[in-house]
């Protein structure tokens, strides 16, 4: 991964800026599973650093859910660039009148012949069926679009482009350090490994973090998992909490903390079990937290891609704890080209 991304941030300039440009008039988002979660992340990004918004939404829901589409831009992501459901989507948007830029690890794929510009993650071969790399380039390609996007716009000085870009490119020794931990993760995972439900919760851009988590852990585990806001706990789901129930937070040190640790609380006086991906030296979580992983302190728009990195090596340590193969789930394929 630590490769993957330093690879992507090798995309010339020239190509994101072409790329930014087509973002001016606003635009929609569109991907699927994974990637969905990629466009969902980028939407509160884009949101919360540039004023903008934009509204992610599931290719397969994309024909029934948006109509206002003439003049308008659909980022669609996608690994292979050959997702049925995706591919659809674009096709009934650029019949509408709307442009299409695609972000794809797949150069010569259906996306990138379908598109007015896209931008092709450097991944490189990604050979197990559940996304991993490819998930955290394709935040990082969203990443450089939205900064570029926020100079255009004057949402953002050259300064704090600058300055964002110097945190976005110290992304690969981040999630190198990250892979390091991977023994303390694989110890967590042998606790958990028999469990059979899960909630993963954040807030603001980390509930698209906690939705991926909860993906990787039921597509390569078997564990059935739940992803959603944190703050939605009370409205609903935690009738469901009972004593030894997992509930894993992603709660490191951003604009939502100081709400998330009252979710923390909630979930805990009912007797959940909980483990927290925490900033380093956040003793107050650590504290309330049955099991922790640290991640470092980064700016905020960072925290997505190395909260996730812990999360995979979970789900990967827990599927083969279960004897089960990580790269070969059941039922899946890599590449979904059937409606």
Do not use: W
Not at 229 to 241: C, D, N, Q, R, Y
């Amino acid at each position: 991964q630590p490769l993957a991304i330093k690879e992507t941030l090798k995309i010339p300039q020239s190509f994101i800026d072409r790329c930014a440009s087509l973002l001016d008039n606003g635009f929609y988002m569109t991907g699927s599973g994974t990637s969905y979660h990629a466009c969902l992340s980028a939407s509160y990004a884009v949101s919360r650093r540039l004023g903008m918004d934009t509204r992610a939404v599931l290719s397969s829901e994309f024909v029934d859910a948006v109509a206002d589409l003439e003049g308008k831009t659909v980022v669609a992501v996608s690994q292979s660039g050959e997702t049925a459901d995706t591919l659809g989507a674009i096709k009934h948007a650029k019949s509408k009148g709307a442009k299409i830029l695609g972000i794809t690890n797949t150069l010569g794929s259906s996306l990138t012949r379908l598109s007015d510009a896209y931008l092709c993650t450097q991944s490189g071969p990604e050979i197990g069926v559940a996304a991993t790399k490819t998930f955290i380039t394709q935040l990082t390609a969203l990443d450089m679009l939205a900064l570029r996007l926020g100079l255009r716009r004057g949402a953002l000085s050259e300064s704090a482009y600058a300055s964002d870009m110097s945190a976005l490119r110290k992304l690969p020794k981040l999630v190198a350090h990250q892979l390091e931990g991977a023994d303390r993760v694989k110890t967590l995972s042998m606790r958990y490994a028999g469990r059979k439900d899960a909630f993963f919760l954040g807030r603001g851009i980390n509930v698209a973090t906690a939705m991926e988590g909860a993906l990787k852990l039921k597509e390569i585990s078997y564990i059935h998992a739940e992803g959603y806001a944190a703050g939605e706990s009370k409205h609903g789901p935690i009738s469901l909490v009972e004593p030894g129930f997992l509930c894993v937070f992603i709660a490191p040190k951003d604009s939502t903390r100081g709400k998330i640790i009252g979710n923390v609380m909630e979930m805990k006086a009912r007797g959940a079990y909980i483990l927290s991906l925490i900033t380093q030296g956040d003793r107050e979580l650590e504290d309330v937290s049955d099991d922790y992983v640290e991640v470092p302190e980064v700016e905020e728009g960072i925290y997505p891609m190395l909260c996730t990195v812990p999360l995979q090596l979970f789900a990967y340590y827990i599927a083969t704890i279960r004897g089960l193969d990580p790269d070969k789930p059941r039922n899946l394929a890599k590449s979904v080209t059937v409606l």
